[in-house]
C-alpha cells in the first residue's frame, strides 16, 4: 500500500470521515441491536428489495467496526444500492468506497462514487468526500491523468482536507500530452504542472532545484503547494549539501558480462555528457574493473578515493553475497538483483530489468480488467519457472483463480502448447515467450476457436522496433516495454521521452536489444546521484528510460511499465484504460549471457 492509501487508511482516515462526514451519521446507528451480522445476513436472505438492502449494510457496517474489512467489502459491494432509500444509499457509498480504499480495490470505490453522477442528494462533505475518493481509485485503476484532474478540481473547490500529496502522486506519473492535457484544466492546475517539471528538471541539484523553488512560490504566492510543498519534495530538503560529487561504478571489463557491462556503461556515459552540456551539476565518475578483484578491494580503493556512492555490481552472484551482509562499505546502487529472500544490507539498493516485476504487472493489470480465470504459458526452463511464480502469487493475492499453467518446450510446436488451453474456460492468458514463439499463439488459439481470449504478455514478446510484417499476428495482445521502445504508446511521441537527448544520441546507432540496456544505464546513474533521495524518502517516484522506478520494501527497485497493443503488427496506445504513465532478462545482440536482473537467455 502506497503512503497516500496508509494515510487515508489509517489515522488520516479517521480525520477524513470526522472532517468530511460530520453531519452523516451511520445508517445503523440508534438501531443496532445485537444481531451478530451472520444473522443479519441470514435474515436478508428471506426479505426482499429495500428491507433486505438495508439489512445488509447494517451487517456490512458492523463487519466493517469489528475490522473484518474483507468481509464487509464482500458485503456492501452485493447490496443492491438502487433498492435503498437516499440517505441510506449515500451510507452505503461512504461505507464502500471507505472499505474499498482500505482493501486496495479501485474497482469497488468507483462504483460508491457513481453516486455522484446521479439525483441522490449529497451534504457537502459526503460529495468532497466522495470526490476525494473516486481520485484515488482513478489511480488506482490505472487512470493517473483522471486522477490528478479529479483532485486538483477538487482543490480549487476549497475541500476541507490537504490534497497536496495525493494530487502530486498522480502527477508524477505523467508525462508529455497528458501532462499537458492536466495543465490547460484551470490555473490552479498549470501551477502544479510547472512545479513537477522544475522537480524533474533540477531533482539532481538540489540547491539548484530549491533557488528555482523559491522563483516559482513568488510567482505563485497563493497556490497551495506554495504553502506547503508536497512531502516528497520537503523531504528534499534534508539533502542540501549531500548532493553526490562522486561516484564508482563497479563494471566487468571482460568475461561473460562483458557486453552487458559495454552497454550500460554507454548509458551511463551518455547522460553524463548531456548533463554536463546542459549545465547541471554532475558527479565525477570512476570506473573499477570487477574482472579480477575482489569486491572488499574494490570498496576500499573507492573509499580512498572519495566516492560517495557506488553503481554495481552487475553481478548476481556477489549482489547475492552482498545482500546478506548487515551493510555495505558505502551506499550503493546494485545493477542486478539478488537471489535471497530478502535483502538485509542497509544501504544496499539493487535495479535491473526484471521479468518478475513485468509478470506482476500483467497481473495486475488483468484483474483490474475483471479477470478471474487465468492461464498461463511460460517455457519449461528455470526462468519460466521464477516468472510463472511472480505472476501466480500476484494473480492469486488479487482474488484470481489459476486454471491452467502450460511450460512449452521453447523449440518445440505452438500448436502442441496452446491445444490444451481452449477449453479450460479462461478468461485471460499470460505470455512469457520470445518473438518466434510468441507470434505463432494468437493465430492457434484461433485455429482452436479461442481467438477472442485477452493475452497480457512481457516485454519479450517485442524485438524493440515496429515489424508490422512480422508482427501483424499479434494483433490485440497487450503487453508491456520501456518507454523508449515504444514512445508512442508509452508517451505520445519521441520528443517527450524521459532523456530525450540521450535517447536521440543512443537509439539510431543501437540495435533495440542493446538500446534497453543503455535506458538502464541512464537511469542507473540519475538513481545514483538521486541515492540520498532514495535512502531518505523510499516511496519517491522516479520516471525515467526504463519506467516508473520507486524502491521496495527491501530497497530492491520496482518498475511499473507503460502498455501498449499490437495494432496493424505496430505497438499502439491500449484500446481499453490501461496505465499510460508509469510504475526481464535483456540479452545482448548475438550470444547468450547473464542478463541485467536475468537468467540466461538467448538472443532473439
Known sequence: MDKSLRRLCGVGLVALVMSGCASQR?????????QAPGELL????????????????????????????????????????????SEARVQWALLLSQLGLEQQDGRSVMKATELLNGNVPLSRDAEFTLRHRRGLAQGMVGDPQAAASTLIALQAAQAPFDLNDDIWRQLTRLRGPSLQAVAQQSQLARGWVDLLRLQRRYGSDIARLFAMLDDWRAQNPNHPAARRLPADLQALRELRGQDVRRIAVFLPESGPLENVAAALRKGIETRHMNALDQGEQTPQLTFYDTSGASIETLYAQATLA??????????????????????????????????SPSNRADDLFQYGLSAEDEARQAAHRAALDGHQRAGMLVPDNAWGQRVAESFRQAW???????????????????????????????????????PPFARQVPPTLDYFNAGDLPIYATSHLYEGEPQPRLDHDLNGVQFVEIPWLIPEAAVGGVEALPYYDSYQALHDTTDPALLKLQAMGVDAFELARRLPL???????????????????????????????????????????????????????????????????????
Open 26 to 34: 451511520s445508517p445503523m446507528e440508534g438501531i443496532r441491536g445485537q
Open 42 to 85: 441470514s435474515q436478508a436472505e428471506q426479505q426482499s428489495g429495500a428491507q433486505a438492502a438495508q439489512t445488509r449494510l447494517q451487517a456490512a457496517d458492523i463487519l466493517a467496526r469489528r475490522g473484518d474489512t474483507a468481509q464487509a467489502l464482500q458485503v456492501a459491494v452485493g447490496i443492491d444500492a438502487a433498492a435503498l432509500p
Open 306 to 339: 572519495g566516492a560517495q556512492v557506488v553503481l554495481g555490481p552487475l553481478s548476481k552472484d556477489t549482489v547475492t553475497e552482498l545482500e546478506q551482509r548487515p551493510s555495505v562499505p558505502l551506499p550503493t546502487l546494485a545493477l542486478n538483483y539478488g537471489t
Open 396 to 434: 492469486q493475492s488479487q482474488g484470481g483463480t489459476l486454471a491452467a499453467q502450460i511450460d512449452y518446450d521453447p523449440e518445440g510446436s505452438a500448436s502442441k502448447a496452446v491445444r490444451p488451453l481452449a477449453n479450460r474456460q479462461l478468461d485471460m492468458l499470460f505470455l512469457l515467450a520470445l
Open 534 to 604: 532514495l535512502r531518505v524518502a523510499p516511496n519517491t517516484e522516479y520516471f525515467g528510460a526504463t519506467g516508473a522506478l520507486h524502491a521496495g520494501a527491501d530497497r530492491r527497485l520496482e518498475r511499473v511499465l507503460p502498455w501498449a497493443q499490437f495494432k496493424a503488427g505496430v505497438p499502439q496506445p491500449p484500446l481499453r484504460g490501461t496505465q499510460r504513465a508509469v510504475l526481464e532478462p535483456t540479452e545482448p545482440a548475438g550470444g547468450v549471457s547473464e542478463t541485467a536482473g536475468g537468467d540466461a537467455q538467448p538472443a532473439p
